[in-house]
Nanobody
Framework: QVQLVESGGGSVQAGGSLRLSCAAS????????LGWFRQAPGKEREGVAVIVGRGTPQYVDYVDSVKGRFTISQDAARNTLYLEMNNLKAEDTAMFYC?????????????????WGQGTQVTVSS
């Protein structure tokens, strides 16, 4: 059973930066695809960034609204997924979730993912 634990959320002013971490455990074979999703109050959960967990070069994808500002990466040796967030905007305020799947379809589609963390809150003030 894959277990995911997020950390690194907090409150920052617009233009600031945060780095989210997701510690993964409980598996023998590393999930094929890992991702970050977010859910703002009153809105549906949306995909933010995904990365293929195996092999090189690593495939990554981002939702348009974060391209050029967010970077997804992983440390396979530490079983940790990261999301570096720069130039944060008020509209980035949300609960951020780490997710994983063994599906070979690595995309921002929520239904592809079947393992989820509890989330970490990111609040950006303008």
């Amino acid at each position: 059973q894959v277990q995911l634990v997020e950390s690194g959320g907090g409150s920052v002013q617009a233009g600031g930066s945060l780095r989210l971490s997701c510690a993964a455990s409980g598996y023998t074979y590393r999930p094929y695809c890992l991702g970050w999703f977010r859910q703002a109050p009153g809105k549906e959960r949306e995909g933010v960034a995904v990365i293929v967990g195996r092999g090189t070069p690593q495939y990554v994808d981002y939702v348009d609204s974060v391209k050029g500002r967010f970077t997804i990466s992983q440390d396979a040796a530490r079983n940790t997924l990261y999301l570096e967030m720069n130039n944060l905007k008020a509209e980035d305020t949300a609960m951020f979730y780490c997710a994983a799947t063994y599906s070979f379809t690595c995309s921002l589609v929520i239904t592809n993912f079947n393992y989820w963390g509890q989330g970490t809150q990111v609040t950006v003030s303008s």
